[in-house]
């Protein structure tokens, strides 16, 4: 049908507006009070005349009077690709509660037509006033179905957006755990953390493992921890290497009797650091080296040395009792 009304040059559009909408007859003047009511542009009509004539304009398309579009638009529109312009997800983000049904529509498209909606997201995140606003209302659309991954993924793939707005979504931190698992880069997983409940983290050993390296890697002065925590973080991570690391790092959050709970818990040789006879001995390292000056330092153990020419390892000297 199209190759019909391609004489008509540019003004094919229009022709096969009003051919489909049988308005070439004495209704005619409902186009010229449609398009031509002196609120809209030609932009506008133009907008309108494609979208009648069943054509999605590119979603960066300037409309100038959006709110008069809406106004012209019809209720089935919007659940259509014709609603996802950038000017018209502005107008209608930007009073939601005028516009309620309208953005129900709308998120209702993108959740059910997600992936074909590429385009105009790139589009939107690139000049769209409420980017966090459209994140969180198609996060929302999407709960109660099983589109967990896809939301975990959508909202990683716009993890700028959320961090620089995280009270605009209603995430929960078993949400969050999927963020850290997903493949963002390391600082946002951190600013992620923080905005997550630690003190639960104690009944959580698989969340505790996953926060674990991701705090080893930043100044654990940032983060809201307690010795509780700090015990429940050290104890989960792995490998021994990055447990160590964290463990010197965390040590002052802890209590003596906290920090004999984690090596009791660690792998040998570092759980036979405690009161006896032995003298566990040590792969002399730097993180070693500071962890056996920190637990001299705080009397958990009698002394220390590095080992003879022969055997270069650390020597740790216990208390008796």
């Not at 308005?23 to 133009?46: C, I, M, V």
């Not at 959508?154 to 969050?176: C, E, M």
Request: aromatic share 10%; net charge negative.
């Amino acid at each position: 049908m199209r190759d019909l009304f391609e004489g008509f040059g540019e003004n094919g559009e229009l022709a096969r507006f009003l051919v489909l909408e049988g308005h070439l007859d004495d209704t005619y003047y409902q186009y010229t009070s449609l398009f031509h009511s002196g609120r809209l542009s030609p932009n506008d009509n133009k907008f309108l005349i494609q979208i009648r004539a069943f054509v999605t304009p590119e979603p960066g398309f300037p409309i100038d009077n959006p709110s008069e579009v809406i106004a012209a638009m019809r209720e089935e529109d919007f659940r259509q690709s014709y609603v996802l312009n950038v000017k018209l997800v502005d107008s209608l983000m930007s009073d939601r509660s005028r516009h309620l049904e309208q953005v129900q529509k709308l998120f209702e498209f993108l959740s059910s037509e997600f992936e074909s909606c590429e385009g105009f997201f790139e589009a939107y995140y690139a000049s769209g006033s409420h980017v966090g606003g459209l994140i969180s209302g198609l996060v929302d659309a999407w709960k109660g179905s099983e589109h967990r991954d896809l939301q975990v993924l959508f909202v990683a793939t716009n993890i700028d957006a959320y961090l620089a707005d995280p009270d605009s979504f209603s995430l929960d931190d078993d949400f969050r755990e999927n963020l850290l698992r997903s493949r963002i880069e390391n600082v946002a997983k951190q600013e992620i953390v923080k905005l997550m409940d630690l003190t639960a983290l104690a009944g959580l050993p698989e969340r505790s493992a996953l926060i674990g390296p991701i705090i080893n890697d930043a100044d654990v002065k940032t983060f809201n921890l307690d010795g509780t925590i700090a015990q429940s973080l050290v104890e989960q991570t792995s490998p021994i290497a990055t447990q160590i690391s964290l463990f010197n790092k965390c040590h002052s959050f802890m209590t003596n009797d906290e920090v004999r709970q984690v090596l009791s818990k660690l792998p040998r040789p570092f759980s036979e650091i405690k009161t006896g006879y032995g003298i566990p001995r040590l792969e002399n390292n730097p993180d070693n080296q500071d962890l056996v000056k920190w637990l001299d330092s705080r009397d958990i153990i009698s002394s220390w040395s590095e080992g003879s020419f022969f055997s270069n390892d650390i020597r740790v000297n216990l208390y008796r009792s």
